[in-house]
Structure formats: C-alpha cells, structure tokens
C-alpha cells in the first residue's frame, strides 16, 4: 500500500463502517493518522484495473516490548467485490508477510453478528478464544464483540 492509494482504501472502510457491522469507528481519518496507527511493514492492497478493491493492514496491541508480536489485524473490500475470495487473498498474505516480520499472534475483534468475517477468519486459521459481551455502543446499541486468535507455527512460541 502506498499513500496514493489511501482515497481508495479511504472509500472502502468508509463502505465498511456504513454497515454498521466493520467497526465501532463511524469516521475515516485522513492519511496521516492512518499511516500513523497501522504498522508500515504489513499493509496490502488488493488492485484490479488499477483500482484498489480490498485493503489489509495490522496495527500494535500495545506499545508494551513483550508484545511486540502481536497484533490486530483488518481486511476490508469494496461492497462490489466481495465474494470474490479477495478476502481470504488478503489476509492469508498478510499472515505471510506478518510472519516474516516476526508476529507470532494476530487478533481480530469482530461483532459477533459478522458471521461472514467471523468464517474468514476461521478459515484462515484464526479460532474464536472468546465472546466480550457488550463491548461498546455503537449508534446508541451494545455490540458483542468476538475475540479471535491466530498463532504463528513459523515463529518461535
């Protein structure tokens, strides 16, 4: 990913946080908070004619050294696309490239009603580790929020 893709990166989360089902953000932030937030080493892009059409990107659980291998992951692709197995592209190179880097464990927290990225994730070798019940508010309704895991078998744990 580089920074001239952002308006399209930019677009798809905003699609994302439309449903109501992405995340509890209801705001895209500009390119530099972006950049600022997400690991530079794992961002990925998925173009098709020139145009962004899927985006992955890890960012830190915590400044903390111990956790230094880990963290959380997010996979968005445009509302015309889906289906179209970009999804599972996208964060199975981004387990790769995480893996390269040295992470031994990715997380994701999804709302436990996205049965769809719930089943991505698993079938890219994430498990469910855990429901947290009325995690926020999003628009006003308590959201549950699934915690999933991915350990690294490459990198030593």
């Known amino acids: 990913m580089q920074p001239a893709h952002y308006p399209e990166v930019k677009e798809i989360y905003l699609q994302g946080i439309a449903t109501n089902q992405a995340t509890f953000e209801t705001t895209a932030p500009d390119w530099e908070e972006w950049d600022a937030k997400h690991l530079a080493a794992c961002r990925l892009v998925a173009l098709q004619a020139g145009s962004v059409v899927g985006w992955a990107a890890l960012t830190p659980v915590s400044g903390r050294c111990v956790y230094s291998g880990v963290a959380e992951v997010s996979v968005y692709v445009h509302a015309a696309h889906k289906g179209q197995g970009l999804g599972k592209t996208l964060l199975s190179r981004l ?3 995480s893996e390269a880097e040295g992470f031994w464990t990715l997380q994701a927290g999804i709302f436990e009603d996205n049965v769809a990225s719930i089943k991505l994730h698993e079938r890219t070798g994430f498990r469910v580790v855990g429901v947290r019940e009325r995690l926020g508010q ?3 309704q308590w959201r ?3 915690l999933l895991e991915r350990r690294s ?3 030593g744990v």
């Open 153 to 155: 078998q490459k990198v």
């Open 138 to 140: 999003l628009h006003g």
């Open 95 to 97: 387990v790769e490239l």
């Open 144 to 146: 549950n929020v699934c």
